[in-house]
């Protein structure tokens, strides 16, 4: 089965209200096994939810609304679906006493305008709405099935989970189940990492997908078989195959900012850092982790006080990270330092150095600081450095930065 999912209401398209209810439809209905194609959102207007309502239905088998369901002049997805369907609109008498007796157990005067709430497309099957005043339907034709469910979260979901996911599997025989996973990367290019998976990506069943943010990575998988068992092995052998293919670049099921403070934590080794700008990007990225919070033993943060170049910043990041680290005597010290002039494209050389018992090691990286996520980039760098070390002890190839 496919589904679409349309959100009805003026005020998602301004912004005025995230649309959380098509996120948890469409992971709900991946779980049952429904392939959801597309989602959408409309005004309350009735021409375009019925246009919107026949295009999906053009696609798909199955396609669920989420709000325009109240008493009010502008909630109108009941007449659009009648449209759509070209249909009349019926009373419904027995509608009307659900709302009715909801209002009496408030204690609350019910108004006119809430017997709008008793109507229904002709041929409808109404969905009783225990949490609400404000029943939901779903309609039936040649071309497929449109559930049409409140808009109010709580309300929404409530009757997903106890009517909604029951007509799925008892009279549309949905028996598929769905299940996804979601992995980390970094150290890699989106390019180089997408080189060495592009035939996984193409296959059907498992599917993955790759997003990127500030040089981390999340590779999404998803398996689709007629058990939780099939699919989770399914998922394992597709999560084998890119361990093989990306290495230590692949972090795991746990993001960069949370695996570098639990693997200080593991090794009971301390942090002090040193952050040569304002931005201090690496300091926020840890301290946004309460354990990361903890293992630091110390901060400085310290703006340039004269114009340094690459040269200078390296040795800037490598003096930092050795002060900090016999300041607080921690074991390990971390320094950042960008350099205070761009090269002639506006990327900024920014290095890294981390100081430990025995050594040190550094990176340099250019960046477009000028960008609302140019300090994020930087801040992956020191975390990945960090990663690195802690993880060279298990294996060798992780050095590389």
Not at 298 to 308: K, M, S, T
Request: proline share 4%; aromatic share 6%.
């Amino acid at each position: 089965m496919d589904a679409e999912i349309i959100a009805i209401g003026t005020e998602l398209l301004l912004g005025a209200t995230v649309d959380t209810n098509s996120a948890y439809l469409a992971s709900q209905l991946a779980t049952a096994g429904v392939n959801v194609f597309r989602t959408s959102v409309v005004g309350d207007n009735i021409g375009r939810i019925a246009a919107a309502i026949n295009e999906a239905l053009a696609r798909a088998d199955l396609v669920i609304c989420t709000g325009g369901l109240g008493p009010t002049r502008d909630d109108v997805t009941r007449e659009a679906v009648a449209q759509a369907f070209d249909r009349p609109l019926e009373f419904h008498q027995e509608l009307l006493d659900q709302v009715a007796a909801r209002f009496a157990a408030f204690r609350r005067p019910m108004s006119e305008s809430n017997r709008r709430q008793a109507y229904l497309p002709q041929g409808a099957r109404a969905i009783e709405n225990p949490r609400g005043t404000a029943p939901a339907f779903l309609l039936e034709d040649e071309r497929g099935t449109v559930i049409v469910l409140p808009g109010v979260p709580h309300e929404m979901r409530f009757l997903f989970e106890t009517a909604v996911l029951l007509y799925l599997r008892n009279e549309r025989g949905v028996r598929d189940v769905i299940l996804t996973r979601t992995l980390h990367a970094t150290g890699l290019g989106e390019s180089v990492i997408g080189e060495r998976i592009a035939d996984l990506m193409e296959q059907a069943n498992p599917t993955l997908g790759i997003s990127a943010k500030r040089a981390r990575y999340e590779l999404r998988m998803g398996a689709k078989a007629t058990s939780v068992e099939e699919a989770t092995a399914m998922l394992n052998t597709l999560e084998a195959t890119l361990r093989e293919r990306l290495g230590t670049y692949l972090i795991g099921d746990e993001p960069l900012e949370q695996m570098v403070p639990r693997l200080l934590a593991e090794r009971q080794l301390t942090l002090a850092l040193y952050e040569g700008h304002i931005a201090a990007p690496i300091y926020h990225a840890l301290s946004a982790i309460s354990q990361g919070t903890a293992l630091l033993r110390g901060v400085v943060i310290h703006p340039l006080d004269e114009a340094a170049d690459e040269a200078a910043s390296v040795a800037l990041a490598l003096s930092g990270a050795a002060n900090v680290s016999n300041r607080w005597r921690s074991t390990l010290g971390l320094g950042m330092q960008a350099a205070s002039t761009s090269n002639e494209s506006g990327f900024t050389a920014v290095s890294v150095a981390l100081v430990f018992p025995g050594g040190t090691r550094q990176a340099t990286r250019y960046f477009d600081l000028r960008q609302p996520d140019g300090w994020g980039f930087v801040s992956t760098l020191g975390l990945e450095t960090l990663r690195r070390y802690l993880l060279e002890k298990d294996d060798p190839d992780a050095r590389q930065v």
